[in-house]
Structure formats: structure tokens, C-alpha cells
């Protein structure tokens, strides 16, 4: 991948629709209430979306979400998003994603995906999957991600998945807390942790781990920058600016209409381009450098009183 020549590399990417495995209807109610969330029903195919982003000249990491035993879905292969991505090298970076509950196996498969497929990170979705990501069944897994310094991306704070249905489809939305994430960035401090999404109902706390964890980095994905917490681009703005990534939630929001919302959400120029492909590139190692290095020196105590005078 020659960054030099892409527009911005898009750290958060989904595909919905499997060219392999015949289509699982079993939970289609969960795609009904997804498509009313976000009004939009597009599915683009792996195809599809490899020509997209190689017209934009944007990079892109891909990946789908293992829940299966908590959805009783079938997943879409890792495999079939791995190999895209071999043959498609100049634009797309593949990242894995395995149900935590298959324990000891889950993390054979990390393990080969890793060193055989060459997936260069995984996707978590704690309120989708169903489990607390502190919890000890998932560390076999984070111990292989860990082991190979490669970055995991966990899904934060609300989720359009089960919003509206009865119960909310039985899903957790406390599972996607990012304080829930700290036990695991001081067990593996050789994963890079991305969390996902402007946090809300969490956002402080989103900021407060990753200011104080230097393992921690955050995506903008899922929402259009207009309606980012003016919190988030303070941070982002300042004391955060080498950590936060640009994600566009693809196929739910494109990268279009979030590349020209940011363009009005109040983010400084020179902070711009760390957000759109630098920080990125550190952090998938493209430019050879070290995704996270000690954690920075700061002139002062973080909060509003400084936000306020570095804004």
C-alpha cells in the first residue's frame, strides 16, 4: 500500500454480504431494525466494495463481526476478507473477528489467520457478541493479538444493532461501556486497543482511558463528524491528535459524506492529515514506525481549564 497516493485510509470497514456462504436469513429482524437505525439497507458486496474504495483512493481495513452463539448467525468467513485483501494489497488491510466464546479454538484460528492469512488485526462487538470484554474467556484471543502486537477494534457505547426492537433485541448496550476495556489494556500492553465510535453515553470516558492508557486510540466511526461531542474534537484537536482515526462505519456511512462533514466539525488543519492517514499508517505499521510509543509528556493536568486555553 503506497499511502502516499491514497486520500485517507478508512480504519473501519464492514462487509455484510458473504460471495462464499449461501445468505443466513435466521435473525433478519436484526438487519430490518438496522436498516430503520440507519436508514439505509446497503449491503455492497467484497467486489464492490474493493472497486469503491480503489475509485476514491482511499485506503480501507474490512472486516465482519463473529457473534455467533449469542445471534445464532452464521458468520461470513474470515478467510474469504483475508484473501480479498492479499490480492488487493494496494488499497485493502483485512482484519479478523472470532465469537470470544470459542475459547481455546478462537484463539487457534487468531493464530492462523495471523501468520497464515496475514490479518493484521481483529474486530470485537462486545453488546453484539454478548460478552463483558474483561472477561477471562476472551483472553486467549487478546494473548495471540497481544503476542503479534497487532490492534483490536471493540465497539463502543450505543449500537444501532437491536435499537427499537422488543428488549432491544435482548442485546447489552453495557458490554460496550469503553471503562470495561482497562483491565484489558493493562493485561496486554502489547495490543493496540481502538475504540470505536464516538462513545455516547460514554464519551468522557472514552477520552479519560486513552488519555490515560497509551495503548488506546479512537475512531470516528458511525456517526457524521457534525454531530461529534465538542469534547471529542477538543481532544482530538489537542492532547489526543496522534491516536484518533478516521472510520467511516462503511457500508452504513460512506466515507464521502464523513470526509466532507470533517471538513466543518471544527478539526485544525495540521491536525487533519494525522487523523485522515497518518495516525493510521503508524498504527497498521505501513511506514515501518512503531504503532504506540511511551506514553507522551504533558505540560499540564488534562481537563477543561487546559482543553479550554489549547482549543
Not at 80 to 105: L, R, T, Y
Not at 174 to 185: C, F, G, K, R, Y
Request: negative net charge.
Amino acid at each position: 500500500m503506497d499511502i502516499e497516493k491514497l486520500i485517507a485510509i478508512d480504519t473501519h470497514t464492514h462487509l455484510e454480504v458473504s460471495c462464499r456462504n449461501p445468505f443466513d436469513n435466521y435473525g433478519e429482524d436484526y438487519d430490518r431494525a438496522a436498516d430503520k437505525y440507519f436508514r439505509s439497507n446497503r449491503r455492497p458486496t467484497m467486489q464492490e466494495t474493493i472497486d469503491f474504495y480503489r475509485e476514491k483512493r482511499i485506503g480501507f481495513v474490512n472486516f465482519t463481526v463473529d457473534a455467533e452463539t449469542q445471534m445464532g448467525r452464521r458468520r461470513i468467513p474470515n478467510e474469504e476478507i483475508a484473501e480479498a485483501a492479499q490480492q488487493n494489497s494496494d488499497i485493502m488491510i483485512a482484519f479478523g473477528s472470532i465469537d470470544p466464546h470459542k475459547g481455546k479454538m478462537g484463539a487457534r484460528e487468531a493464530r492462523k489467520l495471523v501468520e497464515e492469512y496475514g490479518v493484521k488485526g481483529f474486530k470485537f462487538h462486545p453488546t453484539v457478541q454478548g460478552f463483558e470484554p474483561a472477561d477471562k474467556m476472551a483472553w486467549p484471543l487478546y494473548e495471540v493479538i497481544n503476542e503479534h502486537h497487532l490492534p483490536a477494534v471493540f465497539h463502543s457505547g450505543h449500537s444501532g444493532i437491536g435499537s427499537g426492537m422488543r428488549c432491544g433485541g435482548g442485546l447489552r448496550l453495557q458490554n460496550s461501556n469503553p471503562m470495561m476495556l482497562e483491565d484489558v489494556a493493562i493485561a496486554f500492553p502489547d495490543m493496540q486497543i481502538v475504540i470505536a465510535h464516538p462513545s455516547w453515553p460514554w464519551q468522557d470516558e472514552a477520552l479519560s482511558l486513552a488519555m490515560h492508557k497509551p495503548n488506546i486510540w479512537i475512531d470516528l466511526s458511525g456517526w457524521s463528524p457534525k454531530y461529534f461531542p465538542p469534547q471529542l474534537v477538543q481532544y482530538a484537536n489537542t492532547l489526543l491528535k496522534d491516536r484518533i482515526l478516521f472510520g467511516s462505519d462503511f457500508p452504513m456511512i460512506t466515507p464521502d459524506r464523513w470526509l466532507k462533514d470533517f471538513e466543518e466539525a471544527g478539526f485544525r488543519d495540521d491536525v487533519k492529515p494525522l487523523i485522515l492517514k497518518r495516525n493510521a499508517s503508524r498504527l497498521l505499521k505501513l511506514d515501518g514506525a512503531a504503532p504506540a510509543g511511551a506514553p507522551r509528556e504533558l505540560a499540564g493536568p488534562p481537563g477543561p481549564a487546559r482543553l479550554a486555553s489549547d482549543a
